[in-house]
């Protein structure tokens, strides 16, 4: 399997989006963001081991990437959050710029999985929730530095 496989493309950028988040762990967030954040390297760590096993010798449950605990970390962030009204562009407080960038490298690691042939169940969904989650991130961290997101205006 060559270094430009989709497989290794896939699996390499999920190392990606967890090294960012790695960096944006460096800074200072608050403790229950850290605490999710940590949740989700386990999780993207799981899924580049079986993302990297191409015979499935790996024992992976597809169920263990459920979005439902994504979904909570969403709504509870929205719940704080004012009602977004148009496009906002990437930045604000540092770790809100970390944030977008992770959103973006996420985005980046779901179009690699969907090239691979036979990736496994639950990776897909949960990479696409986990972009919204850092989304909503970049915003709350915003919120809490008192910082206001930054409306587009073409």
């Not at 562009?89 to 985005?107: D, N, Q, Y």
Request: a negative charge; glycine letters at 8%.
């Amino acid at each position: 399997m060559g270094k430009d496989s989709p497989r290794i493309e896939a699996y390499g950028t999920v190392d990606e989006l967890n090294s960012v988040l790695g960096v944006l762990l460096a800074e200072d967030v608050p403790d229950e963001a850290a605490d999710r954040l940590r949740e989700v390297q386990s999780d993207l760590f799981s899924m580049g081991s079986v993302l990297a096993d191409p015979k499935g010798k790996l024992d992976f449950d597809g169920g263990a990437l459920a979005t439902d605990g994504l979904e909570a970390w969403i709504d509870a962030m929205e719940e704080e959050l004012p009602e977004l009204r148009s496009f906002i562009l990437p930045g604000g407080c540092r770790e809100a710029a970390l944030a977008h960038v992770a959103r973006s490298v996420c985005r980046r690691a779901e179009r690699r999985v969907l090239a691979v042939d036979g990736a496994p169940a639950g990776v897909v969904p949960y990479l696409n929730r986990l972009s919204d989650a850092l989304f909503v991130l970049a915003r709350w961290f915003n919120l809490k530095r008192d910082i206001r997101d930054v409306e587009w205006r073409p």
